[in-house]
Structure formats: structure tokens, C-alpha cells
């Protein structure tokens, strides 16, 4: 018998049949991973965009809250205090730890950010004021200014389920 001889008719039977249905399930496996790809991209992109859109919602609490410490500066009056009759800025010890942000209730007095008429933003930005501490002036003999440090902490929601939380502290001279 010759290898290189071509089968006959007879021996032929279903090899096509048997070709395509192989074809077929490699076709069919190449587009479910495509579209699985798909799916995951889209919902990394839907996630994405919730972070970036809370972490903006808080920045612009950030913005806010900077802007009323510049508004109540220490030569203007004392409500950056936190011993005076109305401060504006909360002791850390009346917050129970270094950990009190992760804590919701304690979020229940912070400063909701609104509008010009009031309303509040998308993602319900806040922030809270806390005092840091004053750093005593080095020059020994005179009466220099101190640094009163505020730890500024805000937070925002994005529109699915992010949650955004920014602190930074800011420094003013009394």
C-alpha cells in the first residue's frame, strides 16, 4: 500500500463534518473569551471612574475646608482655637484615637459642603477640622509667632460604592 496515495471516497465519510464542528468550538471558545474580556474591561472602567469621581468630591472638601482657614486666620479672630469661645476646629482627644475617621458617627458633626444656594454636592462632601498642636517658637528671649498645625480631614462618596478619604495638614502662624 502507497502512503502518499490518496483515500478513497468510502473512507472519507464525516472527516469534513468532523473539520468544521472542530472550527466551530474554536471559534465559539475565541468569542466567549473575547467578550468575557469585553465585560472586564467595562466594569474595571465603571470602577475606575467611581474612585476618580469621589477622590475629586473630596478634594474639592479639601479646597473648601483650606479656604475657611484662610478665612479665620489667627489675626482675624481666634475660632482656629480650639480653646476659644467658638472654635471652628475640634480637639484630637475629644475624637477617641488616631483612627477616629474610619469610624461613621464620628463623621456626624462634619461640615457638609453645599453650593451657593445651599444644596448639598453629588457624593455629599465633609470635612473636619482638627487641631494638631502648636509647635513653640525656638528663639529663646522673644516673642515669636507659632505654628498652630490643623489636620484637615475630608470625605466623599462617588456615585456607585467608592468612598474617598484625603488628609492633609495645613500650617498657620499665630
Known amino acids: ?31 466567549v473569551a473575547v467578550g468575557k474580556q469585553v465585560l ?19 478634594q474639592s472638601a479639601l479646597s473648601e475646608a483650606r479656604a475657611v ?12 482655637n480650639p480653646d476659644s469661645a467658638t472654635p471652628i476646629v475640634t480637639k484630637a482627644t475629644e475624637l477617641g484615637g488616631d483612627d477616629w475617621w474610619k469610624t461613621p458617627s464620628r463623621w456626624a458633626t462634619a461640615v457638609t459642603v453645599t453650593d451657593h444656594q445651599n444644596a448639598t454636592l ?32 475630608s470625605q466623599a462618596d462617588g456615585d456607585g460604592e467608592a468612598q474617598s478619604m484625603i488628609q492633609a495638614y495645613v500650617a498657620v502662624m499665630e
Open 122 to 153: 453629588a457624593g455629599a462632601p465633609k470635612y473636619m477640622l482638627v487641631d494638631g498642636g502648636k509647635e513653640p517658637s525656638l528663639d529663646m528671649g522673644r516673642h515669636l509667632p507659632t505654628r498652630r498645625f490643623i489636620k484637615v480631614v
Open 40 to 58: 472586564d474591561s467595562r466594569r474595571n472602567a465603571t470602577v475606575h471612574y467611581d474612585l476618580n469621581n469621589s477622590y475629586l468630591r473630596a
Open 69 to 80: 482657614i484662610n478665612e479665620n486666620h489667627p489675626s482675624i479672630n481666634d475660632k482656629l
Open 1 to 31: 500500500m502507497n502512503p502518499f496515495a490518496k483515500p478513497s471516497l468510502s473512507q472519507q465519510h464525516g472527516v469534513a463534518l468532523l473539520s468544521a464542528l472542530v472550527v466551530l468550538l474554536m471559534v465559539s471558545v475565541l468569542g
